[in-house]
């Protein structure tokens, strides 16, 4: 029997999700966009012109802006909207939910103003327990494209996990469970913070030899906060921590490595985020820092991307700042 | 009081520590090098012309090649020697060796023949178990050139540590402690078998979830296998691991990345391995199979990179092999 999949948010990752998808006979892939406009273009051109370009969406899969079209029946929901708009969104397809539908979660972040996770809104505005979260190194313009690519998936049903790891996988596409949804969802929100680091490290000319320290020291750090809010440590060796934090800060497209890497060079930050799209590091810098202030958490690295984001601290001081604390064990430091 | 250190080995990045001790002036350093040409052509030009062009040598450090002259009187040796000439290298100095002077190696890999780490080749040698180990995101024209960088010092003796971190930091190289020998060596010497991984990566042309999925999953492997051998699985999360892991699979200069990536881009095996410098992670492959093999633990990359290397797979196939395994969870796969 066929399984019915709605995709909502035609972004890059949920658009490339649903081509995934629809690879395999036995699905049925509705995807949803949240503008009218945005849906018919998208039918009309059977590509998503602005954030995959050069990409085809099957003739198989069901383009719509209709909240009861998209999700009437269906029987897995992916929500593939950015952390800001996720609340909203939502609201708009609670009066749907009649059942305890398995709802997998795409979105990277946390919410600002609640410091909730995606997974908790979905579960706090929908009433279900049944979320698993997907993440990890994940750049859509690669798995659209067919590129190798390996993520987590956590849940704690362990029985959604595993229908969920059978149902996405394909051999380009490789999923790993794990049960741990609290380390998954911080380690994807927190890694933007890094992320506005490494590009700092960039664009001040410095090495490898920084970078990789930076990435290691950060990772430190991102599991110190994770475990302070009850993650698993290992989570954060996995995909979704310093798997997703090397593309992250590696990859010369993401959106929070270019914010810190035009800080690196010398651009004020006013003009850095005079943008339309801002990079989603910024606000989660702030959260983030109020809470290791409030939890006595040591976090040198995301203190300095945070003074440097939102107290004008100069980039090259914070980097001298930060070489030049007292000496450190590696487990202490 | 002067401290004086006596480095032995005028590699790039013997060169580029004695260069970094120098900088402090209650330091003497001595620079030796198993060749009395080279010694004199590094003394006549002041600069390592072959593997750090362009950085001058200051005057104050004494080059030599003779032995005594090296050692006498100093208050630490810092060994800078591949491991496939450490051996013979340190048999030079076994009559030097007088008292239980403070050693600290910066060699990483295994001796393949052994399988001893590095320093327990200067402990059967020597008799001492005054030993430290250095490590980490470490290119030596970035230290030679005072590009920030981060390390990890590995001492059993807590007092050697945190001596030889005060002495050899500066603002620009800064080290961190770590009581964990056995898994910063372990580390050093398995992160060349994975960047030939990475490498093959590259040269297929996937794109960086490939590459952070690879690194990430190498990572577990490491960790395993320094966990079989009594490592400390923490240091495979710091700067030994991890860190020297993203600087080796990114760096374009690297030797194991480059190999993997000339295999990866079709050219033979025996092409390849056809130059003069052979990257330590080919020989190391084999042996860590061997080793994996028999301690029944399960690494598939590392076995895939022994594969291609010795029993002629395709890394196209390897590749297939990796991402069509068994579906398993993040802790156990």
Redesign the interface.
């Known amino acids: 029997m066929a399984t019915t999949f709605a995709v909502l948010g035609t972004g890059g990752w949920g658009t490339a999700l649903a081509i995934l998808l629809a690879q395999k006979p036995d699905h049925r892939v509705r995807l949803w966009s949240a503008h009218a406009e945005s849906a018919q273009s998208i039918q009309n051109a059977r590509e998503n012109q602005r954030l995959l370009p050069g990409v085809r969406i099957p003739n198989e899969i069901l383009i719509t802006a209709n909240e009861v079209e998209a999700v009437a029946g269906a029987d897995c929901w992916i929500t593939a909207v950015p952390t800001a708009f996720l609340r909203q969104t939502i609201l708009r397809f609670t009066p749907q939910q009649t059942r305890n539908v398995p709802m997998i979660s795409l979105t990277k972040g946390i919410e600002i103003a609640t410091f909730r996770r995606p997974s908790e809104i979905l579960q706090e505005l929908l009433g279900t327990a049944n979320v698993a979260v997907l993440s990890?190194?994940?750049?859509a313009e690669?798995?659209a494209r067919g590129?190798?690519?390996?993520?987590?998936l956590a849940a704690a049903d362990m029985g959604l996990a595993?229908w969920a790891?059978?149902r996405l996988?394909t051999?380009?596409f490789?999923?790993?469970?794990?049960?741990d949804c609290v380390g998954v969802e911080l380690a994807g929100a927190l890694k933007n913070v890094i992320g506005i680091a490494g590009g700092i490290c960039d664009g001040l000319g410095?090495?490898?030899?920084?970078?990789?320290?930076l990435?290691?020291?950060g990772?430190?750090e991102m599991?110190r906060f994770g475990v302070a809010q009850g993650a698993d440590p290992?989570?954060?060796?996995?995909?979704a921590g310093?798997?997703?934090l090397?593309?992250t800060c590696?990859?010369p497209h993401g959106r929070n490595r270019r914010v810190g890497d035009r800080l690196g060079r010398g651009e004020s930050i006013a003009n850095v985020l005079a943008g339309p799209q801002v990079a989603e590091g910024v606000s989660t810098s702030r959260a983030v820092f109020e809470r290791t202030q409030r939890m006595g958490v040591e976090a040198p690295i995301l203190t300095a991307v945070y003074q440097v984001l939102h107290e004008g601290k100069s980039p090259l001081a914070a980097?001298?700042e930060l070489?030049?604390r007292s000496?450190?064990?590696?487990?202490t430091?």
Chains 1, 2 share one sequence.
């Open positions: 990890g190194p994940s750049h690669e798995v590129k190798p690519t390996s993520v987590v595993l790891q059978e996988g051999e380009r490789r999923i790993y469970t794990n049960a410095f090495g490898d030899n920084a970078k990789a320290a990435l290691t020291r990772l430190v599991t290992a989570t954060f060796s996995g995909l310093i798997g997703d090397i593309a590696f990859s980097v001298q070489m030049t000496l450190k064990s590696e487990r430091g």
